[in-house]
């Protein structure tokens, strides 16, 4: 099972990006998929959050700028981010409780990280 994500990049202040994280491998259900996010000298927090019964929960800094979701039939989530701030800028990871098919265990899952800048 791997995570991998997509869709970061340098954008001014006031702009938007769309990140997507997409699960492949050895899937028998995931529960919840996430995004976190950790910016040089920071610890890694939380940015938003989807289980499988589609519940959302966002950090506060964020609230009515991102919007997460996820598509099931593609293993699937997304983070749509705007109005972007320069304190935004961070390495954004995607994160997933995944339950395996081959031994039936769930398992945490971390994708690799796609940076995010927010400058002008």
């Known amino acids: 099972v791997q995570l991998q994500a997509s869709g970061g990049g340098l954008v001014q202040p006031g702009g938007s990006l769309r990140l997507s994280c997409a699960a492949s491998?050895?899937?028998?259900?995931?529960?919840?998929m996430a995004w976190y996010r950790q910016a040089p000298g920071k610890q890694r927090e939380l940015v938003a959050a989807?289980?499988?019964?589609?519940?959302?929960n966002y950090v506060e800094s964020v609230k009515g700028r991102f919007t997460i979701s996820r598509d099931n039939a593609k293993n699937t989530v997304y983070l749509q981010m705007n109005s972007l701030k320069p304190e935004d800028t961070a390495v954004y990871y995607c994160?997933?409780?995944?339950?395996?098919?081959?031994?039936?265990?769930?398992?945490?899952?971390w994708g690799q990280g796609t940076q995010v800048t927010v400058s002008s």
């Open positions: 994160n997933s409780q995944i339950r395996r098919r081959t031994d039936y265990r769930f398992v945490d899952y």
């Open positions: 491998g050895s899937i028998l259900s995931i529960y919840s």
């Open positions: 989807i289980t499988s019964g589609a519940t959302t």
